[in-house]
Protein backbone atom coordinates (compact mmCIF):
# COMPACT_ATOMS: atom_id res chain seq x y z
CA UNK A 1 0.00 0.00 0.00
CA UNK A 2 1.37 3.10 -1.20
CA UNK A 3 -0.06 6.09 1.18
CA UNK A 4 0.91 9.95 0.49
CA UNK A 5 1.13 12.20 3.20
CA UNK A 6 0.73 16.27 2.35
CA UNK A 7 2.09 18.45 4.98
CA UNK A 8 4.70 16.58 5.88
CA UNK A 9 7.25 18.89 7.95
CA UNK A 10 4.47 20.30 10.11
CA UNK A 11 3.60 19.63 13.36
CA UNK A 12 1.41 16.59 12.86
CA UNK A 13 2.89 15.48 9.64
CA UNK A 14 6.39 14.08 11.09
CA UNK A 15 4.88 12.46 14.10
CA UNK A 16 2.33 10.73 11.80
CA UNK A 17 5.08 9.68 8.86
CA UNK A 18 7.24 8.65 12.41
CA UNK A 19 4.11 5.87 13.15
CA UNK A 20 3.31 5.21 9.21
CA UNK A 21 7.05 4.07 9.21
CA UNK A 22 5.76 1.22 11.68
CA UNK A 23 3.65 -0.31 9.33
CA UNK A 24 4.04 -2.08 6.12
CA UNK A 25 3.25 1.05 3.67
CA UNK A 26 5.26 2.45 1.13
CA UNK A 27 5.54 6.54 2.10
CA UNK A 28 4.71 9.56 -0.30
CA UNK A 29 5.61 12.69 1.56
CA UNK A 30 5.11 16.00 0.54
CA UNK A 31 5.12 20.10 1.56
CA UNK A 32 6.40 23.23 0.20
CA UNK A 33 9.95 22.99 2.15
CA UNK A 34 12.32 20.71 0.92
CA UNK A 35 14.68 21.69 2.80
CA UNK A 36 12.97 21.32 6.34
CA UNK A 37 12.11 17.94 4.97
CA UNK A 38 15.77 17.41 4.54
CA UNK A 39 16.35 17.69 8.33
CA UNK A 40 13.74 15.24 9.47
CA UNK A 41 15.21 11.57 10.48
CA UNK A 42 12.33 10.23 8.11
CA UNK A 43 13.68 11.79 4.97
CA UNK A 44 15.57 9.15 3.68
CA UNK A 45 12.87 6.44 4.61
CA UNK A 46 10.18 7.75 2.28
CA UNK A 47 9.87 8.99 -1.46
CA UNK A 48 10.17 12.67 -1.18
CA UNK A 49 8.33 15.12 -3.66
CA UNK A 50 7.93 19.24 -3.23
CA UNK A 51 4.98 21.04 -3.68
CA UNK A 52 3.77 24.44 -3.11
CA UNK A 53 -0.07 24.48 -3.60
CA UNK A 54 0.19 28.03 -5.06
CA UNK A 55 1.34 26.31 -8.07
CA UNK A 56 -1.49 24.12 -8.77
CA UNK A 57 -2.02 23.29 -12.30
CA UNK A 58 -4.88 21.49 -12.98
CA UNK A 59 -3.74 20.41 -16.36
CA UNK A 60 -1.12 18.16 -14.22
CA UNK A 61 -2.41 15.05 -13.16
CA UNK A 62 -1.53 14.84 -9.37
CA UNK A 63 -2.03 11.13 -8.99
CA UNK A 64 0.82 10.58 -11.34
CA UNK A 65 2.47 13.14 -9.91
CA UNK A 66 2.77 11.88 -6.66
CA UNK A 67 3.62 8.40 -7.77
CA UNK A 68 0.31 6.92 -7.56
CA UNK A 69 -0.73 6.50 -4.35
CA UNK A 70 -3.32 4.30 -3.03
CA UNK A 71 -4.54 6.37 -0.24
CA UNK A 72 -4.12 10.18 1.04
CA UNK A 73 -3.12 11.46 4.63
CA UNK A 74 -4.04 15.27 3.82
CA UNK A 75 -2.66 17.28 6.84
CA UNK A 76 -1.93 20.47 4.78
CA UNK A 77 -3.48 23.42 5.79
CA UNK A 78 -1.49 27.29 5.58
CA UNK A 79 -2.43 30.23 7.89
CA UNK A 80 -2.91 28.58 11.35
CA UNK A 81 -2.70 29.41 14.60
CA UNK A 82 -5.19 32.40 12.85
CA UNK A 83 -8.55 30.81 12.65
CA UNK A 84 -10.48 34.77 11.39
CA UNK A 85 -8.42 34.79 8.56
CA UNK A 86 -10.23 35.61 5.02
CA UNK A 87 -7.27 33.75 3.48
CA UNK A 88 -8.98 30.46 4.70
CA UNK A 89 -11.82 31.03 2.53
CA UNK A 90 -10.32 32.74 -0.29
CA UNK A 91 -7.30 31.23 -0.55
CA UNK A 92 -6.87 28.07 1.02
CA UNK A 93 -10.44 26.64 0.43
CA UNK A 94 -10.08 26.55 -3.46
CA UNK A 95 -6.61 25.08 -3.67
CA UNK A 96 -7.58 22.32 -0.79
CA UNK A 97 -10.56 21.66 -3.15
CA UNK A 98 -8.28 21.52 -6.61
CA UNK A 99 -5.82 18.96 -5.34
CA UNK A 100 -8.39 16.32 -4.03
CA UNK A 101 -10.72 16.59 -6.46
CA UNK A 102 -7.48 15.93 -9.07
CA UNK A 103 -6.23 13.07 -6.67
CA UNK A 104 -9.40 11.79 -6.30
CA UNK A 105 -10.70 11.90 -10.00
CA UNK A 106 -7.59 10.40 -11.15
CA UNK A 107 -7.29 7.39 -9.19
CA UNK A 108 -6.75 7.42 -5.39
CA UNK A 109 -9.34 5.79 -3.83
CA UNK A 110 -8.85 6.49 0.26
CA UNK A 111 -8.73 9.80 1.89
CA UNK A 112 -8.57 10.89 5.30
CA UNK A 113 -8.11 14.56 5.52
CA UNK A 114 -8.05 16.78 9.11
CA UNK A 115 -10.82 18.69 9.93
CA UNK A 116 -11.63 20.67 13.31
CA UNK A 117 -13.50 20.17 16.27
CA UNK A 118 -14.55 24.28 15.65
CA UNK A 119 -16.76 23.39 12.65
CA UNK A 120 -18.93 22.36 15.82
CA UNK A 121 -19.25 25.88 16.55
CA UNK A 122 -20.11 26.78 19.84
CA UNK A 123 -22.39 24.17 20.48
CA UNK A 124 -21.36 23.08 24.16
CA UNK A 125 -21.24 19.68 26.28
CA UNK A 126 -20.02 16.14 24.58
CA UNK A 127 -19.64 16.93 20.61
CA UNK A 128 -20.91 13.79 18.62
CA UNK A 129 -20.17 13.17 15.32
CA UNK A 130 -24.46 12.97 14.03
CA UNK A 131 -24.47 16.71 15.57
CA UNK A 132 -25.08 19.36 12.85
CA UNK A 133 -21.68 21.56 11.96
CA UNK A 134 -22.17 25.25 12.98
CA UNK A 135 -18.57 27.13 11.68
CA UNK A 136 -18.19 30.48 13.00
CA UNK A 137 -14.81 31.33 12.00
CA UNK A 138 -12.95 31.53 9.11
CA UNK A 139 -10.95 28.46 9.41
CA UNK A 140 -13.55 26.33 10.85
CA UNK A 141 -16.68 27.04 7.72
CA UNK A 142 -13.61 26.43 4.99
CA UNK A 143 -12.65 23.12 6.80
CA UNK A 144 -16.20 22.05 6.58
CA UNK A 145 -16.97 23.47 3.09
CA UNK A 146 -14.23 21.63 2.04
CA UNK A 147 -15.47 18.31 4.06
CA UNK A 148 -19.28 18.71 2.16
CA UNK A 149 -17.48 19.32 -1.59
CA UNK A 150 -15.33 15.76 -0.96
CA UNK A 151 -18.50 14.07 -0.01
CA UNK A 152 -20.69 15.55 -2.83
CA UNK A 153 -17.61 14.38 -5.07
CA UNK A 154 -18.72 10.63 -4.00
CA UNK A 155 -21.70 10.79 -6.15
CA UNK A 156 -19.60 10.34 -9.00
CA UNK A 157 -16.34 9.28 -7.58
CA UNK A 158 -15.88 5.40 -5.96
CA UNK A 159 -13.28 5.89 -2.87
CA UNK A 160 -13.45 5.85 0.76
CA UNK A 161 -13.60 9.84 2.90
CA UNK A 162 -11.84 9.75 6.85
CA UNK A 163 -12.71 13.17 8.15
CA UNK A 164 -10.90 13.35 11.18
CA UNK A 165 -12.37 16.05 13.56
CA UNK A 166 -9.10 16.92 15.55
CA UNK A 167 -9.80 18.39 19.08
CA UNK A 168 -6.81 19.76 21.02
CA UNK A 169 -2.93 18.39 20.94
CA UNK A 170 0.10 18.97 22.87
CA UNK A 171 4.21 17.70 22.03
CA UNK A 172 7.28 19.31 21.50
CA UNK A 173 7.69 20.79 18.38
CA UNK A 174 4.27 22.40 18.73
CA UNK A 175 3.85 26.00 17.40
CA UNK A 176 5.72 28.42 19.86
CA UNK A 177 2.45 30.57 20.54
CA UNK A 178 0.33 27.40 22.47
CA UNK A 179 -0.70 26.86 25.38
CA UNK A 180 2.56 24.39 26.79
CA UNK A 181 4.74 26.27 24.28
CA UNK A 182 4.48 29.71 26.26
CA UNK A 183 4.36 28.07 29.65
CA UNK A 184 7.69 25.81 29.14
CA UNK A 185 9.07 29.43 27.58
CA UNK A 186 7.92 30.92 30.67
CA UNK A 187 9.58 27.82 32.64
CA UNK A 188 12.75 27.68 30.80
CA UNK A 189 13.62 31.46 30.92
CA UNK A 190 12.57 31.26 34.93
CA UNK A 191 9.80 33.53 34.50
CA UNK A 192 8.26 34.17 38.51
CA UNK A 193 4.59 34.42 36.97
CA UNK A 194 2.72 32.84 34.10
CA UNK A 195 -0.21 35.03 32.10
CA UNK A 196 -3.21 33.00 31.51
CA UNK A 197 -6.95 32.87 31.35
CA UNK A 198 -8.89 32.15 34.20
CA UNK A 199 -8.76 28.83 32.96
CA UNK A 200 -12.29 27.85 33.82
CA UNK A 201 -13.03 27.04 30.15
CA UNK A 202 -13.20 22.76 29.43
CA UNK A 203 -11.39 21.56 26.83
CA UNK A 204 -10.25 17.84 25.35
CA UNK A 205 -6.68 17.13 24.99
CA UNK A 206 -4.11 14.03 23.71
CA UNK A 207 -0.44 14.31 23.39
CA UNK A 208 0.51 14.43 19.85
CA UNK A 209 1.74 11.04 19.37
CA UNK A 210 -1.42 9.48 20.42
CA UNK A 211 -2.86 11.93 17.83
CA UNK A 212 -0.50 10.64 15.40
CA UNK A 213 -1.39 7.35 15.94
CA UNK A 214 -5.10 7.44 15.55
CA UNK A 215 -4.90 9.29 12.52
CA UNK A 216 -2.93 6.28 11.08
CA UNK A 217 -4.77 4.10 12.40
CA UNK A 218 -7.87 5.11 11.42
CA UNK A 219 -6.24 6.19 7.59
CA UNK A 220 -5.41 2.08 7.17
CA UNK A 221 -9.01 0.63 8.29
CA UNK A 222 -11.80 -0.14 6.08
CA UNK A 223 -14.86 -0.47 7.88
CA UNK A 224 -15.29 3.14 9.29
CA UNK A 225 -15.43 5.68 7.25
CA UNK A 226 -17.33 9.47 7.32
CA UNK A 227 -16.78 12.18 10.68
CA UNK A 228 -14.84 10.50 13.05
CA UNK A 229 -13.48 12.78 16.37
CA UNK A 230 -10.08 12.60 17.25
CA UNK A 231 -10.20 13.38 21.02
CA UNK A 232 -10.08 11.89 24.61
CA UNK A 233 -13.51 11.96 25.71
CA UNK A 234 -12.10 13.19 28.46
CA UNK A 235 -12.80 17.13 29.84
CA UNK A 236 -10.55 18.78 31.60
CA UNK A 237 -10.65 22.52 32.92
CA UNK A 238 -7.24 24.34 31.15
CA UNK A 239 -6.46 25.34 34.84
CA UNK A 240 -6.23 21.83 35.80
CA UNK A 241 -4.38 20.66 32.21
CA UNK A 242 -2.03 23.60 33.45
CA UNK A 243 -1.12 21.74 36.74
CA UNK A 244 -0.97 18.49 35.70
CA UNK A 245 1.55 19.48 33.04
CA UNK A 246 3.79 21.43 36.12
CA UNK A 247 3.07 18.29 38.38
CA UNK A 248 4.39 16.57 35.22
CA UNK A 249 7.38 18.29 34.72
CA UNK A 250 8.32 18.76 38.07
CA UNK A 251 7.97 22.62 38.43
CA UNK A 252 5.87 25.44 39.73
CA UNK A 253 5.03 28.81 38.78
CA UNK A 254 2.84 30.91 39.73
CA UNK A 255 -0.21 31.02 37.73
CA UNK A 256 -2.03 35.05 36.68
CA UNK A 257 -5.07 33.15 35.85
CA UNK A 258 -7.50 36.12 34.44
CA UNK A 259 -4.98 38.02 32.38
CA UNK A 260 -6.31 37.25 29.27
CA UNK A 261 -10.07 37.43 28.03
CA UNK A 262 -11.90 34.38 26.98
CA UNK A 263 -11.26 33.76 23.09
CA UNK A 264 -14.87 34.71 21.14
CA UNK A 265 -14.80 31.40 18.61
CA UNK A 266 -14.81 28.90 21.25
CA UNK A 267 -17.41 27.63 23.23
CA UNK A 268 -16.66 27.56 27.29
CA UNK A 269 -17.20 23.87 27.86
CA UNK A 270 -16.77 20.81 25.38
CA UNK A 271 -15.34 17.84 24.75
CA UNK A 272 -15.87 14.85 22.05
CA UNK A 273 -17.07 11.82 21.99
CA UNK A 274 -15.07 8.79 21.46
CA UNK A 275 -17.93 6.34 20.31
CA UNK A 276 -17.40 6.03 16.78
CA UNK A 277 -13.39 6.84 16.91
CA UNK A 278 -12.78 3.56 19.39
CA UNK A 279 -15.48 1.23 16.73
CA UNK A 280 -12.71 2.54 14.06
CA UNK A 281 -9.74 1.63 15.93
CA UNK A 282 -11.30 -1.76 16.55
CA UNK A 283 -12.00 -2.21 13.47
CA UNK A 284 -8.58 -2.05 12.13
Known sequence: MKVLVTGATGFIGNYV?????????????????????????????????????AQFDSTTNYFLFFKEPDAVIHLAWEGLPNYKLDFHLTENLPRHKALLKNLICNGVKTVTVMGTCLEYGLQEGCLSEDMTAKPSNAYAIAKNELRVFIEELKRHNFFS??????????????????????????????????????GEQTRDYLPIEKVADIIVNIALQHNVDGIINCCSGRPVLIKDFVAEHLTAVGKSIQLNLGYYPYTDYEPMHFWGSTEKLNKALSEK
Open 17 to 53: INELLKHNVEIVATSFNEEKAKQQLWFNDVKYIQFDF
Open 161 to 198: IKWIRLFYMYGKGQNANSLLSQLDKALADGDAVFNMSA
